[in-house]
Nanobody, 114 residues
Framework: QVRLVESGGGLVQTGGSLRLSCTVS????????MAWFRQAPGKLRELVAS???????NYADSVKGRFSISRDNAKKMVYLQMNSLKPEDTAVYYC????????WGQGTQVTVSS
């Protein structure tokens, strides 16, 4: 059973930055594509960014140029660097495979104040 643990969220002002981390207890972690998702109150969970095992990245249009996803295969970790944060980025952020093959973790709350 793969366990996902997200951390690094918090309260930040508009224009600020946060770095989220996710530990993944998967064997052969390096072969899996990984992704960050977010879910705002009253909205569906949406995919924010993804990274293939080889490092190719993709981003939702709403975060392009502001967010950066990365991974450390040796540590089995995935990161999301979030810059120029906006109030509309406020959500609970989760990591998983792009097709969410594993049970969701608890997520980490990001709140951006205006």
């Amino acid at each position: 059973q793969v366990r996902l643990v997200e951390s690094g969220g918090g309260l930040v002002q508009t224009g600020g930055s946060l770095r989220l981390s996710c530990t993944v207890s998967a064997n052969a972690f390096s072969i899996y594509s990984m992704a960050w998702f977010r879910q705002a109150p009253g909205k569906l969970r949406e995919l924010v960014a993804s990274i293939a095992g080889g490092g190719t990245t993709n981003y939702a249009d709403s975060v392009k140029g502001r967010f950066s996803i990365s991974r450390d295969n040796a540590k089995k970790m995935v990161y999301l660097q979030m810059n120029s944060l906006k109030p509309e980025d406020t959500a609970v952020y989760y990591c998983n495979g792009p097709h969410s093959p594993w049970d969701w973790g608890q997520g980490t709350q990001v709140t951006v104040s205006s």
